[in-house]
């Protein structure tokens, strides 16, 4: 009964996201017209390796992001610590840790922040700057909870709060991410689902957005201090929707292949297929590769490689370290380390 409940309410959660979406559905890639776009920077360097393709396989800490249904699945407790180069010199680093709590669940933690360089202040009089500096900020903390209600299908939530701060100005948000996997009956073959980033509205705003305006500064005697505000309106944040299914083609004596496949509907751009695929080597060596954004037309983000190593330490403890390459074309080229450990 208590199973059934809560898949009912977690269709019912992800039913009125999509309905909610009014703009979710378009003819009109919308790019550029969401907040917070660092949250569509994906996480983990062996999901980046494998094109994105993660949703159906979500079976490390970096799961909280693309489906934080995959942490249920996690045996021990994990940590893991992930570094993104990005680019025009922007990174991005990713902490995740979870915990198995047996049969109640797994319970998970993640933190994301960027790392941007200082920035020159520049007007109109002064193009090359005036000899002051801005910073900017991105930020984002999610509690995540994962549980299996079959031993074949499992469900979870991932709510964060959004922070985004650029010069004197700063903006939040509360949102959730869901999702569900399933094992199916078919040998190898697993189904996920995801949506992220369902949430509040974004609007930069600050003790600075109060000013006094002056409507004709060229014309004496007008009156040249209006109260103003010049807060930003009101964006949402990049909703998106995932399917996938991952298929393990064979597991031998440590020797495996896993093949994966994403379809993304996102409301800021048009679908696109993610491909990847894993070949681990006595469970030692991890070779990956893939090609992300299929289908979608002008997209600078192509082909994917990676690696990775385990490497077992005292006891059940077990060190990971993984790297990601991503093309992308004119943008050069993203870089993704990270570091794990199982215990």
């Given amino acids: 009964m208590k199973s059934k409940i809560i898949t009912t309410f977690s269709l019912l959660v992800l039913f009125t996201a999509m309905m909610q979406a009014d703009d979710f559905v378009s003819n009109v890639s919308k790019r550029g017209t969401t907040a917070a776009p660092f949250l569509s920077i994906g996480q983990g360097a062996r999901a980046l390796s494998m094109g994105g393709a993660f949703v159906a396989v979500a079976d490390d800490p970096s799961a909280m992001y693309w489906n934080p249904a995959g942490i249920a699945d996690l045996s021990g407790n994990r940590v893991v610590f992930d570094h993104t180069q990005w680019i025009a010199d922007i990174s991005y680093n990713f902490f995740g840790a979870t915990i198995n709590l047996g049969s109640i669940g797994t319970l998970g933690l993640n933190f994301t922040s960027s790392s941007i360089p200082e920035m020159n202040v520049t007007t109109i009089d002064n193009p090359g700057g005036t000899g002051e500096t801005f910073g900017v900020t991105d930020g984002v903390f999610g509690v995540s909870y994962a549980m299996k209600l079959t031993d074949k299908f499992s469900i979870g939530f991932n709510p964060k709060f959004v922070y985004q701060r650029i010069a004197k100005y700063s903006a939040s948000a509360i949102a959730l991410d869901m999702g569900v996997k399933y094992q199916t009956p078919f040998k ?10 369902f949430g509040t509205k974004m609007q930069l705003g600050g003790a600075s957005t109060p000013v006094l305006y002056d409507p004709d500064p060229l014309t004496s005697g007008n009156n040249g201090r209006i109260p103003a505000d010049i807060r930003t309106d009101q964006w949402t944040l990049p909703l998106n929707f995932k399917v996938g ?74 060190f990971t370290v993984d790297y990601a390459y991503q093309d992308m074309q004119l943008l050069k080229n993203a870089q993704k380390f990270t570091v794990g450990v199982i215990f």
């Fill in 188 to 197: 190898g073959i697993t189904l996920g689902m995801s949506i992220t980033n």
């Fill in 245 to 318: 299914i991952a298929y393990d083609v064979f597991s031998v004596n440590g020797n495996r292949l896993l093949l994966a496949i994403d379809a993304s509907h996102p409301s800021d751009n048009y679908e696109s297929i993610n491909v990847g695929g894993e070949y681990v080597i006595n469970d030692f060596v991890f070779l990956r590769g893939g090609y992300k954004s299929l289908f979608l037309a002008d997209s600078q983000e192509r082909y994917t490689l990676g690696f990775g190593i385990k490497q077992a330490l005292i006891g059940n403890v077990q």
